[in-house]
């Protein structure tokens, strides 16, 4: 027998908690540029999720920096993915509970979509949400409700700057990964997603400090930073 779908939830959290015998299912956006390797999670899981994908294809029209990165000028840049993708889902009554990102998406993507008046909690892979901010000279909202994971070995070289650069606000956890590269291993990232999606979704680094405290032989050196 199926369970009904929870009156109760909304924004991806229910009042009752995990005592609700209701069904939650809560909406993912997931923003391809950058962070394809969150899709497998996704799709596994999706009795939990309902997913929306923008951008399946690598190299598609949108796939180019912003002339604001010293890049050459094209028709179509990540940035446009905001205006002509993910506001008409939102505007016609789509939004997310979380969104999942990384790399392009963390830089471009998600700034933008702030910069139109849009928060909403997510997760960032290699966490790079400040580079933007410095070129657009803007300044961050407040409010955010942010998971940024950081790996040592990422190309990005933002392992030690971000606790310095990120904006520190309750609901931004910065959590870094001594053995992760620019791209996750696979598995390690998706025992490390349910923590950090409830992380976002909720401002509460719990989930993040239990899956640490639970799992001490992989999980003991990752690092967890909330500070504001
Ligand atoms: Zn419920």
């Known amino acids: 027998m199926s369970k009904k779908i929870c009156p109760f939830w909304e924004r991806g959290i229910c009042k009752f908690g995990d005592k609700c015998k209701n069904s939650h299912k809560y909406n993912i956006f997931l923003f391809g540029h950058g962070g394809r390797i ?9 009795n939990k999720i309902k997913l929306t994908l923008f951008n399946t294809k690598r190299g598609d029209k949108y796939d180019n920096y912003p002339v604001i990165w010293k890049s050459k000028d094209t028709p179509f840049t990540l940035v446009d993915i905001v205006p002509n993708l993910i506001l008409p889902k939102i505007t016609s009554g789509i939004e997310p509970d979380v969104i999942l990102c990384g790399s392009r998406g963390g830089q471009i993507i998600l700034p933008t979509l702030w910069q139109y008046g849009y928060n909403y909690p997510a997760v960032v892979i290699n966490g790079d949400i400040v580079n933007h901010y410095k070129k657009t000279k803007q300044t961050f909202p407040n409010n955010l409700k942010l998971v940024l994971l950081v790996g040592a ?3 990005f070289n933002n392992y030690d700057t971000i606790l310095s650069q990120a904006p520190w606000q309750p609901g931004i956890f910065i959590v870094r990964d001594p053995e992760m590269s620019h791209f996750p291993n696979y598995n390690r990232l998706n025992k490390m997603l349910p923590a950090m999606i409830q992380t976002a979704k909720t401002g509460s680094g719990i989930s993040l400090f239990q899956l640490k405290k639970n ?3 992989e999980f003991s050196n990752l690092e967890i930073f909330n500070r504001f």
């Open 38 to 46: 969150m899709i497998d999670y996704c799709i596994i899981n999706k």
């Open 153 to 155: 070995k990422d190309y």
């Open 215 to 217: 799992n001490p032989t």
